[in-house]
Nanobody, 129 residues
């Protein structure tokens, strides 16, 4: 079992930046894929970004491409989501998740949430206009 703890959420004005962190512990062996998801009130959960740890390959949702960057520090078992040029529509609860997924299974698309077996508790991001 993998335990994931997110941090770094908060309230910012539009155009601002935040960096989310996701610290993993427990049985992380073989979990080669880390993703960030978000869910706004009344909306479905959506994938934001994914990183495949072995090659550091990253993919993003179109809505955040060019503004968000996912990265990892393998020594710390931590994944980050740097969010720049934030917009009010980025307001949501952000979750990180871990999975074991073949890096070529989904190509350049984000793996669906049902592929992930471990989830964090979430961290709230609120962007005001």
């Amino acid at each position: 079992q993998v335990q994931l703890v997110e941090s770094g959420g908060g309230s910012v004005q539009a155009g601002g930046s935040l960096r989310l962190s996701c610290a993993a512990s427990g049985d992380t062996y073989g979990r080669n894929c880390m993703g960030w998801f978000r869910q706004a009130p009344g909306k479905e959960r959506e994938g934001v970004a994914v990183i495949y740890s072995s090659a550091g390959t990253t993919y993003y949702a179109d809505s955040v491409k060019g503004r968000f960057t996912i990265s990892q520090d393998t020594a710390k078992n931590t994944v980050y989501l740097q969010m720049n040029s934030l917009k009010p529509e980025d307001t949501a609860m952000y979750y990180c998740a871990a999975a074991t997924i073949g890096p070529f299974l989904y190509g350049a698309t984000l793996p669906p949430d049902y592929e992930y077996t471990s989830w964090g508790q979430g961290t709230q991001v609120t962007v005001s206009s």
